[in-house]
């Protein structure tokens, strides 16, 4: 299956080979991806690749990693031109990438994924032997994953993790890490990377890390290189950079980060109003056991916590998705149990995570999607029959005033970017005039700058006009950057409580964990 | 059909014993159609056709096992005919925008079709049937003996069973199979080809369900008549939820429902009378009801592979 047959065995080489990316060039029919773009990944250094969404950090590592063949420009590898025609070419050049999304199979062990994921096992699998070497490994790795729990049972965290291990089980010297530290709490970040630039600066690895967070270029790595709509906008020692430079290099232009600041509310009322709530995984086994809350008008509490100890159950009970085994939702003082009729008399609005899921119809256009929470009243119904004229007006008007990028009103919003999707979503649940409660969960999940400031300023403007919202979020920046109140769960349980004000950092991350 | 037990000599004994001889008799097409689903359905394809298969494989067993004179050659033909089924079923269902459940269903009629059309000129003759295990040849009494008259294909799927689980578990193939069928988008990336796998899954499931169809011409009821398989392979195909995917449990399902089986014939023989119709459709009620307890809207299956029934 391969074109090359590679001749070098990279396991025998201790230190990793020098990638230099060429003039390279990438077309989609019309669509220039990358504009010849060059890199230089030096043996043992720690290089980040910065770019918005959509500038081709995607398309220029799938193009090493052989999943694309790029129209021009050719692939080094100590020097030598090397065609990498799949990743089990680069495989074989030593060359490893974790994903943005988990490539483990969820209902099998760690130790089942480890070694599934190798590329030389033999046809049957001596379990006693294959353990005692993965215990071997597992013992001189950075960080440890336990072997013999399932995927499933994982936390992100310990996902991210093993996809991390999983390459340097298969002995990759070049890591190609795409946005790994999205789902990781701050202190799991930095503890990963850390790791990760211990074996950087023992010469054993090279790294390549996409990322949008400035914080982990200027903490972690050496060299940056920087893209932007798919050419080459700078490259340098992250030492000599400010973070306004790359900024500008990022998006072109010199932008101060605007902050929405947030205006005490008159009149704190209690909206939304939960006791003793109660709820299932989809497996049957509880995941949040009676959590409490008052949420109030012109407040944003914010729910921390690291994914999978139950915030998204405990979402999808106030969205109404999952009906909870007990506990009472009250919304502005009357019981409430998230049917259409309730969340359009006590105005209601939801920014689940994955919106594309949780939120939208993908298949329906844009207009459509944007119409889901008033088409069936005027102005953009009559009786049974629907105005169609109307629902394109105001979808219209949606997509300038949130700056949703699509070709039409009718393009299916699953054909949208994820930003997009996120911007059409916001557009539909932010657009109303009088909200009085919002639960927002992850919505800044793998968004750009552009896009989180957006959101960011969106959330923090219903505030200051009064509306009660919950945000749910697994970036703790995020969370105290917006909230005026913080919560932290852990194992469906409510474990720490304050005023963003006398919120102690230490705390919070201690009680993340669950001590 | 030869008759599950004498009840003169045992009298009430007769009902557990018909019963036990069911499980061994009636559980075998059970037990390969849920075997072949099982693996199928690992690689996170379903295939209903397997009803359409193990028509095909009894007429296949049956037609070839006259014409030869050798019942396993017979067997042999069954599994070959299933093959072929399962390579429509992979393809066709593996096309983009084609749904397996809609696939399956055309299957059956496929499949049933083909076995009645090339199936008439055999409805008649008597062919060879295959030999027996005899365990019971310790006891005087022939309706032991008869009961205890076991057929190799129920020791060969007996034994397939475990090695099924020891397959799934520790061979790289095995292993394929699962990635595959739980998480196809980690498979791709892993650079495993998600058609060949599931593609070489159908058709070792439809092989299975094949030789489940020479079971039931060539051994229990050991004839060939259209109305022979009614409905167990789409049975099979609800034993295997509620085997939860595990080849062991499938076993132990396969049993309960060939004894199941058994149930209404059994008492017919010691003479009761009423309700018979309603002990025959044991099976169905037995079926209907696992699916009813198996099934919530609140919670997921364990076991269930990921991308089961889903377009990818």
Redesign the interface.
């Known amino acids: 299956m391969t074109i090359t047959s590679p001749s070098l065995n990279v396991s025998t080489i201790a230190a990793p080979p020098e990638l230099q990316i060429v003039n390279m060039t990438k077309r989609f029919g019309s669509l220039v991806a990358l504009d010849n773009v060059s890199l230089n990944l030096k043996p043992g250094t720690f290089h980040a690749l910065l770019g918005e969404n959509g500038a081709g950090k995607s398309t220029l590592v799938k193009c090493v990693m052989g999943f694309y063949r790029a129209d021009q420009g050719e692939i080094l590898i100590d020097g030598n031109p090397r065609a990498i025609a ?3 070419d680069a495989h074989h050049y030593g060359i490893g990438m974790v ?1 943005q ?8 062990t760690v130790a ?1 994924n480890l ?3 190798r ?1 030389d ?7 006693k032997q294959e353990m005692e070497q993965l215990n071997d490994f597992m013992n001189s790795a950075p960080f440890q994953v336990p072997l013999n729990l399932p995927i499933a049972q994982l936390a992100a965290g310990q996902k991210q993790k093993l996809e991390i291990l999983k390459q340097l089980y298969l002995k990759s010297k070049i890591l190609i890490l795409d946005e790994p530290t999205s789902v990781l709490t701050p202190g799991e970040a930095d503890e990963v990377l850390g790791l990760i630039k211990e074996q950087v600066n023992a010469g054993l690895l090279s790294v390549l890390l996409i990322t949008h967070k400035f914080r982990e270029v200027t903490s972690f790595t050496e060299e940056v290189t920087v893209l932007r709509k798919g050419k080459l906008a700078g490259h340098g020692s992250v030492k000599e950079l400010a973070i306004a430079d790359m900024a500008e290099m990022m998006m072109g232009e010199r932008r101060e980060i605007k902050e929405v600041a947030k205006t005490p509310y008159a009149n704190p009322q209690p909206v939304l109003q939960f006791e003793g709530i109660q709820a ?5 086994v509880e995941a949040v056991s009676g959590v409490s809350l008052t949420v109030h008008s012109g407040e944003i509490v914010g729910i921390a916590g690291v994914s999978g100890n139950g915030q998204k159950e405990l979402v999808e009970v106030l969205a109404g998705q999952r ?1 909870p085994t007990s506990g009472t939702v009250r919304v502005n003082g009357e019981p409430y149990q998230a049917t259409r009729a309730e969340m359009f008399k006590h105005k209601v609005f939801a920014l689940p995570e994955e919106p594309l899921r949780n939120a939208c119809v993908p298949h329906m256009s844009v207009a459509e999607n944007m119409a889901l929470r008033t088409f069936d009243r005027a102005p953009q119904a009559k009786g049974i029959l629907l105005i169609w004229k109307a629902i394109r007006q105001t979808a219209q008007g949606l997509i300038q005033q949130f700056s949703v990028k699509t070709p039409s009103t009718e393009t299916p919003v699953g054909n949208l970017s994820g930003g997009n999707v996120q911007r059409t979503v916001l557009a539909r649940e932010l657009s109303e005039d009088h909200i009085n409660l919002l639960i927002a969960a992850n919505p800044c999940f793998g968004l750009d700058f552009a896009a989180v400031e957006f959101i960011h300023s969106q959330i923090v403007e219903a505030r200051n006009r009064g509306v009660a919202v919950l945000l749910v979020s697994e970036d703790l920046d995020e969370l105290l950057a917006l909230s005026d109140r913080i919560v932290v769960i852990s194992s469906g349980q409510f474990v720490y409580e304050s005023a963003i004000a006398e919120a102690d950092f230490g705390a919070i991350g201690r009680s993340m964990a669950g001590h | 059909m030869t008759a599950p037990a004498a009840p003169e000599v045992l009298g009430w004994w007769g009902v557990p014993l018909a019963i036990l001889a069911g499980m061994m008799r009636g559980g075998t097409p059970f037990l390969f159609v849920s075997l072949g689903e099982c693996i199928t359905e690992k690689s996170g394809k379903i295939n209903l056709g397997l009803e359409g298969t193990l028509l095909t494989g009894a007429m296949s067993a049956y037609a070839i096992s006259y014409l030869t004179g050798s019942p396993w050659l017979g067997v042999l033909a069954a599994g070959v005919s299933g093959v072929g089924l399962g390579l429509i079923h992979g393809w066709l269902s593996q096309q983009p925008r084609v749904n397996d459940v809609a696939v399956g269903i055309a299957m059956i009629i496929f499949g049933s079709g083909i076995a009645f059309f090339l199936g008439k000129p055999f409805i008649q003759p008597s062919a060879p049937p295959l030999p027996t295990i005899h365990l019971g040849d310790w006891s005087s009494i022939p309706a032991v003996q008869a009961a205890l008259a076991i057929s190799p294909l129920f020791v060969l799927g007996v034994a397939i069973a475990p090695l099924l689980k020891w397959f799934f578990q520790s061979t790289r193939w095995g292993l394929f199979i699962r990635a595959v069928g739980d998480s196809p988008d980690a498979a791709k990336a892993m650079g495993i080809s998600i058609f060949n796998v599931r593609m070489l899954s159908v058709v070792a499931g439809s092989f299975l369900a094949g030789i489940g169809g020479a079971s039931l011409s060539l051994y229990y009821p050991g004839v060939w008549t259209e109305r022979i398989s009614s409905g167990q392979g789409l049975m099979a195909v609800a034993l295997v939820i509620f085997a939860k995917w595990n080849p062991m449990q499938c076993l132990w399902a396969s049993l309960l429902f060939g004894g199941a089986q058994a149930l209404g014939p059994a008492l017919q023989s010691v003479g009761i009378k009423e309700g018979y119709y309603l002990f025959n459709a044991a099976p169905y009620i037995l079926t209907l009801l696992i699916m009813i307890l198996t099934c919530s809207p609140k919670r997921t299956l364990t076991g269930v592979p990921g991308a089961l029934g889903t377009d990818n």
């Open positions: 799949s990743p089990r994903y999304h988990f490539t483990s199979v969820p209902a099998m089942e070694v599934l994921s590329y096992s033999s046809t049957l699998i001596n379990w299932n995984k989809d497996n049957g009906s």
